[in-house]
């Protein structure tokens, strides 16, 4: 079962990547990016993380691609028209599909039969930075906070 | 760990070649799966996955960033220039 899962969401994410990477129209790859994100974020949890695979999913599907399609809007780079009726049925369908797995994996819990070697808790990855790696995550919240000094810098030129 | 090299792969490749810069922006994006792909599949093997799961947890945040300032850079650069192709963009400077 979890060698099936793995080619099954390799498969998956080489082709959302690719589809990404070489549609001409900009809101096909930003969709496919954000299919990408979530089947990143779900390979992430069958395979035993449910904390990083729902911070995957909160980070890059929910807030970047959403900062993205604040961009391709503000740039008017693509008409988000996602193409004929059988393209957006398509989408449409692996969206479902994608949200069904998805939301039984982050909240059905998984059988321990699945998925290589589940961690204890959840919370174990947050203990273990907290207890042997403060110094990284001072280093993370520093690269974070700067980076948003420097988002609000760029965007506080406006008009100027 | 096979996957995670081609989608790097991948996206350095869109990196080179795309003529958006917002697409740009979006290959660092696979690139960045393709390494959080990487650091997690590193540490299924051994007795513990907590290292690789914080490696992860680093990368995504620090991805997120960078991408956050990719963007106001990329939306800066069309205010002043009126477009997003990087050999335009050249050409306008001079």
């Known amino acids: 079962m979890s060698n099936e899962v793995a080619l099954l969401s390799s498969a998956a994410l080489l082709g959302t990547a690719v589809t990404a ?26 395979y035993g993380s449910a904390l990083i695979g729902v911070l995957h999913i909160i980070t890059f599907a929910g807030a970047v691609s ?41 909240f059905g819990g998984l059988p321990s039969n699945l998925g290589a070697q589940p961690t204890p808790s959840p919370l174990a990855v947050l203990q273990f930075i907290w207890l042997y790696r403060p110094w990284d995550l001072l280093i993370m919240l520093m690269i974070f906070a700067s980076s948003m000094v420097v988002v609000v810098n760029l965007f506080s030129k406006e008009g100027r | ?42 540490g299924l093997g051994g007795q513990s996955g907590l290292v690789s799961d914080s490696l992860v947890f680093f990368s995504i945040v ?18 002043k220039y009126g477009t997003l192709n990087p050999s335009e963009i050249r050409k306008l400077r001079h």
């Open chain 1, 21 to 46: 990477l070489y549609s001409k129209r900009v809101s096909i790859s930003l969709i496919m990016l954000f299919y990408s994100s979530v089947i990143l974020g779900v390979v992430f949890t069958f």
């Open chain 1, 66 to 106: 959403v900062m993205l399609l604040t961009a391709v809007l503000m740039t008017g780079e693509s008409n988000l028209s996602i193409g004929a009726g059988a393209a957006k049925a398509s989408l449409i369908g692996a969206a479902l599909v994608l949200a069904t797995v998805a939301s039984s994996l982050l």
């Open chain 2, 1 to 42: 760990m096979s996957t995670a090299t081609a989608i790097v792969f991948l996206g350095l490749g869109g990196i080179s070649a795309s003529k958006n810069l917002l697409k740009t922006v979006m290959s660092f994006q696979i690139v960045v799966f393709g390494v959080n792909l990487a650091l997690f599949a590193s």
């Open chain 2, 62 to 79: 620090a991805g997120a960033s960078v991408e956050a300032v990719g963007i106001a850079i990329v939306v800066n650069v069309f205010r």
